[in-house]
């Protein structure tokens, strides 16, 4: 079983912290995935996991191993913590032909001839790339070099693989393949994965659970859904959804009402002691929108639509407030059409505007006035 935790790991570059006293606890054979923007530490986490930076204080354990510790003074080399890594680059050996290069973890294991080469043959097998392995990596693809990355890792059989964007030199198709294969590849060695990406269609379709990161620090850790349907706070809110979530910062009318209002929108939030300033969170799939009868207000109107395939993105716009809304590809909408919006109000989150932090997600009545 290969559990890993992580308790209060602080990782600091001169003056800038990558990690704030990070724990966490990651599953035997979870594929977890840390998701951020640019500089968030996502990376510094991985490579503190793998051993290639000594973190400034805390502890990590790998199974029933402590491979680092600031209180023991443990720093275990990268090469004993018994994982495989993949990075961005791949990182072959630009000298050693495919199968060269996929054997060279067991070489270096020492693992007997025979029993290497029937890995490899296995791998490449498992890859697609029998057929290339006389190859030198500078005569594949871009994909190719991938799976040759896969492929090495692949046959350590390492408990634990650490994967570093892995995908993002691909093409969008050739991504879109790879994360189903890689998927596959992970169940199948029901290895403990720590990926780390900062494209969110990857985390949301190829992990167990998500850790979105901000400024070293984490914000929360949920499965891919839990995480779309109910963010913690308007960050990771805001962050994760595309398009992205509408957020909109309220003001309660008066101290003793539920009705909450920016001056375009009103909405009663129900009973929230102690917060005169909301943000409620709304997806885009959660607005519904429908033609304006004549016994309907004509003030919410389209100014912007915009086809994607098998849904349409439009944005609605009543005085300074901007919506935008998910709606079926065969909808007729049309820029500068006056139209009725309502939300699903069991899918509204509400935030104290002030923290940023999630304060409700009970049902709320939105309606056009309170
Ligand atoms: P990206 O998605 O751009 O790769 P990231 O989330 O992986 O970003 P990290 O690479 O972990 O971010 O970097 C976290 C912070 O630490 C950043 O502010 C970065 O500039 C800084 N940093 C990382 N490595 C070093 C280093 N070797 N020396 C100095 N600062 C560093």
Request: glycine share 6%; charged share 20%; with cysteine.
């Amino acid at each position: 079983m290969s559990k890993i935790y992580v308790r209060n790991l602080t990782k600091r570059y001169g003056d800038t912290m990558a990690l704030n006293n990070v724990s966490l606890e990651i599953e035997s054979g979870e594929f977890l995935v840390l998701l951020g923007p640019s500089g968030c530490g996502k990376t510094t986490l991985l490579r503190c996991l793998a051993g290639l930076e000594t973190p400034d204080e805390g502890e990590i354990i790998m199974g029933d191993k402590v491979v680092f510790s600031t209180a023991a003074s443990i720093m275990v080399a990268p090469g004993k913590r018994n994982l495989g890594m993949v990075f961005q680059s791949y990182a072959l050996w630009p000298h050693m032909t495919v199968r060269d290069n996929v054997k060279f973890g067991l070489d270096v294991l020492k693992t007997s001839k025979s029993v290497a080469n029937e890995r490899v043959d296995n791998v490449l097998s498992d890859v697609g790339l029998s057929h290339l392995d006389e190859r030198y990596p500078s005569e594949l693809s871009g994909g190719q070099q991938q799976r040759v990355a896969l492929a090495r890792l692949l046959a350590t059989q390492p408990p634990i693989f650490l994967m570093d964007e892995p995908l993002s030199n691909l093409d969008a198709r050739l991504r879109m393949d790879m994360r189903v294969e890689l998927k596959r590849f992970q169940s199948d060695a029901k290895a403990t994965t720590v990926y780390v990406t900062h494209d969110q269609t990857e985390a949301m379709t190829m992990s167990t659970r998500v850790v979105v990161m901000k400024e070293g620090e984490i914000q929360q850790i949920s499965p891919p859904d839990q995480l779309y349907r109910q963010p913690e706070n308007t960050f990771v809110a805001d962050f994760v959804g595309m398009p992205r979530i509408n957020l909109i910062e309220l003001s309660a009318e008066d101290n003793r009402s539920s009705c909450f209002s920016n001056g375009d929108i009103q909405v009663d939030v129900g009973w929230i002691p102690g917060y005169s300033e909301v943000t409620i969170g709304a997806r885009p799939e959660d607005i519904t929108v429908t033609e304006q009868t004549s016994t309907t207000r004509e003030d919410y109107k389209i100014t912007a639509v915009l086809p994607n395939g098998p849904e349409t993105i439009i944005q609605i716009t009543r005085g300074q407030t901007t919506l935008i809304a998910r709606v079926a590809h065969d909808s007729v909408f049309v820029n500068g059409q006056k139209v009725c919006v309502n939300f699903n109000v069991n899918a509204l989150n509400i935030y104290a505007t002030k923290t940023g932090s999630l304060v409700s997600r009970k049902t709320v009545n939105v309606s056009e006035a309170c």
